[in-house]
């Protein structure tokens, strides 16, 4: 986006980023998003990601998840994959991976080579910021599900603290 565009600061100092600003972004009511100043003093505004905030966290969960499952795991916020293990992070198509998590189906999906996939979300304030994905060649049995589901309720506590 190569054109900028003016707005008052009112009162309160609030500014209103444009409907189009928000879309390129992805910013929804109830996103967050984070300020800061460039070294040549202009503001910079991206979306905030919980997770990507949590980087190293989310990597050592895929970590932790591969070694007691061994089955590849994926750590992604609602637009990108975070944290991998099992699988090269330059093998997973992002957009593709998300939009399968959005779909809503959670279980025994078809991704890539893996014939199964399974993932659960992870929320904070009730709305979803990302998803912990395992990946099988076979089927994917309740008790990694419940570990998967525990990492994300882990999660969760950690971004709403």
Do not use: H, W
Not at 118 to 125: E, L, T
């Amino acid at each position: 986006m190569g054109c900028g565009m003016v707005r008052k600061v009112d009162e309160l100092g609030r500014v209103v980023v444009p409907k189009e600003m928000r879309r390129v972004l992805g910013i929804k009511p109830g996103s967050s998003v984070e300020m800061s100043i460039d070294t040549q003093n202009n503001v910079v505004l991206k979306k905030f990601s919980e997770i990507e905030n949590l980087g190293f966290f989310a990597q050592t969960v895929a970590d932790v998840l591969f070694e007691v499952t061994d089955n590849p795991v994926c750590v992604c916020d609602d637009e990108r994959v975070v944290a991998c293990k099992g699988v090269s992070k330059k093998l997973i198509d992002d957009k593709e991976i998300i939009s399968i998590c959005v779909g809503g189906k959670s279980d025994n999906i078809e991704y890539a080579t893996y014939k199964k996939c399974f993932f659960r979300q992870i929320k904070s304030d009730g709305s979803v910021c990302g998803y912990i994905i395992m990946m099988s060649n076979k089927e994917i049995g309740q008790d990694i599900k419940k570990i998967c589901e525990f990492a994300s309720i882990i999660f969760a506590k950690i971004i709403s603290s």
